[in-house]
Nanobody, 119 residues
Framework: VQLVECGGGLVQAGGSLRLSCVAA????????MGWYRQAPGNQRELVAA???????NYADSVKGRFTISRDNAKNTMYLQMNSLKPEDTAVYYC??????????????WGQGTQVTVSS
């Protein structure tokens, strides 16, 4: 199973970007999915998460600006980012709890996509 992200880029402050993350492979189930970000010199932090049932939670810094969603049939998660600020600049990583044929859940990470917000 692989997590493949796309949608990062360079945008001016106040602009919008939409990130996507697809879980690709065969014979697996996906539980909670989330977006994390890591800016230079900072620890990786949770941005938003969504359960398989659609329950969401957000970091305080992005509430009201970012929206996380998912399409379970497509094993795809999205992050709509509006009113972007320079402090949102970071590498954004997709994360998912995935179970294959074995009964255990494992954490998977995407390769990361750069989001840069210019002032």
């Amino acid at each position: 199973v692989q997590l493949v992200e796309c949608g990062g880029g360079l945008v001016q402050a106040g602009g919008s970007l939409r990130l996507s993350c697809v879980a690709a492979g065969s014979t697996f189930s996906v539980n909670t999915m989330g977006w994390y970000r890591q800016a230079p010199g900072n620890q990786r932090e949770l941005v938003a998460a969504i359960t398989s049932g659609g329950s969401t939670n957000y970091a305080d810094s992005v509430k009201g600006r970012f929206t996380i969603s998912r399409d379970n049939a497509k094993n795809t998660m999205y992050l709509q980012m509006n009113s972007l600020k320079p402090e949102d600049t970071a590498v954004y990583y997709c994360n998912a709890e995935i179970r294959g044929l074995a009964p255990s859940w494992y954490d998977y990470w995407g390769q990361g996509t750069q989001v840069t917000v210019s002032s």
